[in-house]
């Protein structure tokens, strides 16, 4: 049986040697208000030329030509009626099962940006890694769903209001690798925008923010909507670039579980350990790539209190008294209790040099 475990192995280090070619390729869904053709439920497109104008509004096209301005691997176009009552609704049921990693809507109402935060957070508490950009929505709170709040940007193309930009930004967030934050990232097109009043107190509320700065406009930091915090969520998670991370980290370990390893190999600690060593090799490369740091000890190991605790949790009253390497020999049922300890590298977005005349 543990002649199958190698591949895994093999997996996880294709796996690292691409994740940050796979993070600068994200994929995006769309949400459109159009009624132009009604004949399908999604259109996917890998590339503007793609586009099929005569299916949508020119406003629509352009809204998904924006998306791809960023670098976005594919677009996931969802036409919801402009009669629609619920917008939101209708394109999630639309959408299915298919994968993505950004959502937005292209002209969303202030209720609609509300429904589609809601979804996000919903899909958040199920363990989803699916991240939305919203339009000045109050106090989302979610490590998931950024926020962004300019009331209107000046291209070189004419002056719009915020909601109207969010597809440009879905295409610039999506498109990003994880070598570098979004943070100060500037648009060689946008020519202005309206800034809040105070920059500075926006970004700490969890806003997503361009402001001015002379002759370019720049991502003021690459935060999410976050705000709360607490014990096991810390500062780091307000940044959407170690969000990012760790969701495409979480869906190669849980991906690979499923697809190699779920349901093969017997309950095993000896199987157990071959897994761990897996992620591990597969934490080491990550390391190498400066997606995380190299300076630290990442690694995964088997939660040895969890599996403690599930013992316990049926009468077996003894195992309280096991020493780890007794806990960790009784797998329990076909339960895989694991952790794992990992620190993500961030950008350098934060800069202080003093400098003392003698």
Not at 20 to 45: F, M, N, P
Not at 46 to 65: C, D, G, P
Not at 130 to 135: G, Q, T
């Amino acid at each position: 049986m543990a002649i199958g475990l190698p591949s895994i192995d093999i997996v996880f280090k294709k796996l690292a040697a691409t994740l940050v070619q796979r993070s600068a390729r994200g994929i995006v869904t769309l949400i459109v208000k159009d009624d132009t053709d009604t004949t399908y439920a999604v259109k996917e497109y890998k590339s503007q030329l793609q586009i099929e104008a005569t299916k949508f509004t020119a406003t629509s096209v352009l809204y998904i030509k924006d998306v791809f301005q960023g670098g976005a691997a594919k677009v996931i176009v969802v036409p919801v009626a402009t009669s629609s009552v619920a917008v939101v609704g209708d394109a999630i049921e639309r959408i299915g099962s298919r994968k993505y990693n950004w959502i937005g809507l292209a002209d969303g109402a202030n209720d609609e940006q509300l429904d589609l935060t809601a979804y996000v957070k919903e899909q958040e508490g199920a363990g989803k890694s699916i991240k939305a950009i919203v339009f000045n929505v109050t106090d989302p709170d979610c490590q998931h769903v950024v926020n962004f709040v300019n009331p209107s940007v000046t291209t070189t193309s004419g002056k719009v209001t915020g909601e109207k930009f969010v597809s440009r930004l879905l295409g610039l967030l999506a498109g990003l690798p994880l070598t570098r934050s979004s943070t100060y990232y500037s648009f060689a097109d946008v020519i202005s925008v309206e800034e809040p009043a105070d920059v500075e107190a926006a970004v700490n509320a969890g806003k997503f923010v361009l402001f001015n700065d002379e002759e370019i406009v720049r991502v003021a930091r690459g935060v999410n909507s976050l705000t709360t915090l607490s014990a096991t969520v810390s500062e780091d998670f307000k940044k959407i670039l170690i969000v990012e991370t760790m969701d495409l980290i979480r869906e190669d370990i849980s991906g690979t579980f499923k697809t190699d390893y779920l349901g093969k190999f017997k309950n095993k600690y000896d199987y157990q350990v071959l897994l761990i060593t897996a992620i591990n090799s597969y934490f080491s490369a990550l390391a190498g790539e400066d997606i995380l740091d190299n300076t630290f000890e990442n690694k995964a190991f088997v939660d040895v209190e969890a599996q403690r605790a599930a013992w316990v949790a049926i009468g077996k009253t003894e195992a309280e008294d096991w020493d780890e390497q007794t806990v960790k020999n009784n797998t329990f049922r076909s339960n895989v209790y694991l952790s794992g300890n990992i620190k993500i590298t961030d950008a350098m977005e934060d800069f202080k040099f003093n400098v003392e005349l003698q």
